[in-house]
């Protein structure tokens, strides 16, 4: 059986030259080529300049004369065998390259119709008038619109591809802010249940105190009761019998008698001391503890669920050269040994401060800043605007844009237009931060009583971020969410 390459080459032997397909009904010319009847004639049809001169050749140019087509029989016997070789050593090669109505291989392609022709299809009537194409030169149009969709859509994937990144980063940033507050939410209430748990203990152990005195002060009024009952029974049994002896015996010590009668005064004692009483009375004071605590546990439970924990570190390309920073940006001590510090525009040359690596542009952020002050050190926590001045003396102050609060040994001040002293109840160690940027509210409270300390209120119109300074050797601070 013959080689599908082998009968692909004779395939290739029996072409037209016209229409490049298979020859269909072959007929020789003059110089001895051979073309299909219909693409010879489709030929002869074509207007020419000098209609005197006799038609050439379309392979060779060689002059023939349009009257002397010879059917070849013979050729159109081979052409036959070969297609039935093609059909045996190519099975199901060829059968979406057949028209299904005619058998012929399809070679051309209507555009009016968007059909795929073969020679005996382009001839019909439907198609004469139709613009018909070979296939390989209507496709190539088509294979360039392709490639322009093609790359809109890849483009557009792309795209796409790039937003599901993008949301699905999101996704995870939501996903962990949820994890925080449930972590949130679960270390509150376990903080409530076991102050609660106490509560509810101390306040049980004073009832069951008060249970006790009470029980203890009616066994004792009782007993006192008991006495008293005794006597006048006695006093009063005496009288009846002095009232029933004779006269003589009746005088006798009379006057006595009477007078111990008569001076005889009831003691009147009370079940419950004025001391229980108002011990009694006072025990509701002793739920104002729990009272405040739930106060403070609603309002710290609102603030974690309603502001985002900074995790933010501090900035080195910022640091003044007496800040020994930590390895992981999260603590600073001041120093009076300069370190090797590169200057650059975003580093503070004069005043001994640094800036924490990102920003924010809006939303509620909060953080920690845990304070550790040798005598006589100070440290400032706060936000700043981007465009601070770095260089030179800093004027510390809201106008500047400069939002901050300076810790000293021994006493705290608010740094707005004038600096304001704070007064107390105790001097914080770790302050916390938190920053509303749409209302524009710079808020200072103390992290471990969460008793607040001091508001700005701003207008933020740029990015602001964390600020923070420190004097004092040994002096040192950290970071926390």
């Known amino acids: 059986m013959a080689s599908a390459a082998s009968v692909i080459s004779l395939a290739d032997e029996v072409n037209c030259p016209i229409c490049q397909g298979t020859l269909r009904e072959p007929i020789t010319i003059d110089c001895g080529h051979n073309f299909c009847r219909s693409c010879l004639t489709r030929y002869l049809e074509i207007p ?8 050439t050749c379309p392979l060779c140019k060689e002059p023939f004369r349009p009257g002397s087509f010879r059917p070849n029989w013979q050729l159109a016997s081979v052409v036959e065998n070969i297609e039935r070789l093609k059909l045996v050593s190519l099975p199901g090669s060829g059968e979406e390259d057949v028209c299904r109505e005619h058998g ?24 004469r008038a139709h613009t018909v194409r070979f296939l390989e030169d209507a496709a190539s ?99 009846e019998e002095k009232k029933e002896r004779p006269a003589r015996e009746l005088l006798t010590d009379i006057r006595s008698t009477l007078i111990r009668s008569e001076t005889r005064k009831c003691r009147k004692p009370e079940a419950v001391s004025p001391e229980l009483g108002q011990r009694i009375r006072d025990f509701p004071q002793q739920a104002l503890p729990l009272q405040r605590e739930m106060k403070t546990f609603l309002e710290t439970l609102c603030f974690e669920l309603d502001y985002e924990p900074a995790h933010i570190s501090l900035d080195p390309q910022t640091s003044h050269p007496k800040l020994l920073l930590s390895e992981d940006h999260k603590q600073a001590r001041f120093s009076y040994k300069w370190q090797n510090s590169p200057d650059n525009p975003q580093r503070f040359d004069r005043a001994t401060c640094v800036l924490a690596s990102s920003g924010f542009t809006g939303g509620r952020h909060t953080w920690v800043v845990n304070v550790d002050l040798v005598h006589g050190g100070s440290c400032t926590v706060g936000v700043v605007s981007e465009d601070m001045q770095r260089k030179g003396e800093l004027r510390l102050r809201p106008e500047e844009g400069v939002w901050a609060l300076r810790l000293a040994w021994g006493f705290v001040s608010a740094l707005g237009s004038f600096p304001t002293r704070l007064a107390l109840e105790e001097q914080p160690q770790k302050v916390r931060v938190s920053i509303d940027y749409e209302v524009g509210w710079v808020t200072f409270a103390n992290a471990v009583t969460h008793t607040p300390i ?21 002096s040192s601070f950290s970071l926390s969410s």
């Not at 291989?105 to 009537?125: G, H």
């Not at 322009?148 to 790039?162: M, S």
């Not at 001091?454 to 040994?474: C, D, E, H, I, N």
Request: aromatic content about 10%.
């Open 141 to 239: 149009p088509y294979r360039k619109q392709i490639q322009k969709c093609l790359e809109c859509l890849r483009k557009e994937r792309e795209e796409i591809q790039g937003i599901q990144s993008r949301e699905n980063e999101r996704i995870q940033v939501l996903l962990t802010q949820v994890a925080t507050k449930r972590q949130k939410v679960i270390s509150e209430f376990e903080h409530l249940s076991q102050f609660l748990e106490e509560q509810q203990n101390i306040l049980l152990a004073q009832l069951e105190r008060l249970d006790e005195d009470i029980l203890k002060q009616r066994d004792e009024f009782d007993v006192l009761i008991t006495e008293e009952i005794c006597r006048f029974s006695a006093l009063i049994a005496e009288l």
């Open 454 to 474: 001091y508001t700005f209120t701003a207008s933020f119109t740029q990015k602001v971020f964390p600020f923070f300074g420190l004097w004092g050797r040994g």
């Open 104 to 127: 012929e291989k399809v070679y051309f392609f209507c555009e009016d119709d968007e059909m795929q022709l073969c020679v005996v299809c382009r001839e019909a009537q439907e198609h």
């Open 48 to 55: 020419v300049p000098d209609s005197e001169e006799p038609p």
